[in-house]
């Protein structure tokens, strides 16, 4: 077997099924981050329009506040929840809080960082960010 | 500047731009949200100083705290001390070239320039 054939690239990277649901947090934290850093920069081109006066604003807003727009935003709605509490879970085990005690490393060596105390904060980003997605479809739908 | 300092700013930034984001959002939902979005809504607000104050600072939070982690994946991907440089300093760039932008709609909005 050759070296390339062990390489599945980046889908290889973020099977959670291989490296565990850590793996697959730091991707979707960075892929979410991106996604959240180009809204912020459309956000501010968008609101930028209101210079325009009430034509320019009421045309801009004529793009955005479609079917798709609206999917768009609840797509951003989750992004920023899951990048919000992830985000204080990834705080919180820099400071040392919830990463286990220092002890002799012990086959089958699991990483005491690796805890369920993390999981649980990483399975929590991922249901509350489908809440905040359903509330803000609700909001944006249901007027 | 040291990478823990970064990477303090980085939290801090994070943690203020939760609060306030959060007041952000509140405002949409205090009328429905279409007629959050109507003109002379959006223009009340920008004229209100606190919350003009507020956007700026929400404005320069997110622009710090996005750039940055903008800069930390993208030294995660390559190293080497000119594309480094590069990298740091075009996220810089980037982050005021925004700052200046946003500034600009809030600053003139809200002194009644439109």
Redesign the interface.
Known sequence: MTRDEHKEGIKGMINPSRYGIERFAYWLMRLTGLGLLAYFIGHIYETSNILRGQVGWNEFLELTQTTEGHAILAIVIAMCVFHTVNGIRVMLGHGGIGVGKPSRPDYPYDPASQNYRHKIGIYSAIVLAAIAMMYGLAVMFGE | MRESTI?KIH?GT??AA?AL?AVHILMR?TQ???ES?E?ES??AN?RFIPYAAMLELI?IL??VH??N??RV?LLELKQGRTYEKAVSYGCLVAMIA?IA??S??II??NMG??
Do not use: K, S
Request: net charge positive; aromatic share 18%; charged share 5%.
């Open positions: 990477m939290y994070a943690l939760i984001v939902l429905g949200f279409a979005l003109y959006v223009l920008y404005l997110l622009a996005g750039f982690g903008l994946i925004l932008y946003g600009r709609t003139m909005t320039m439109v």
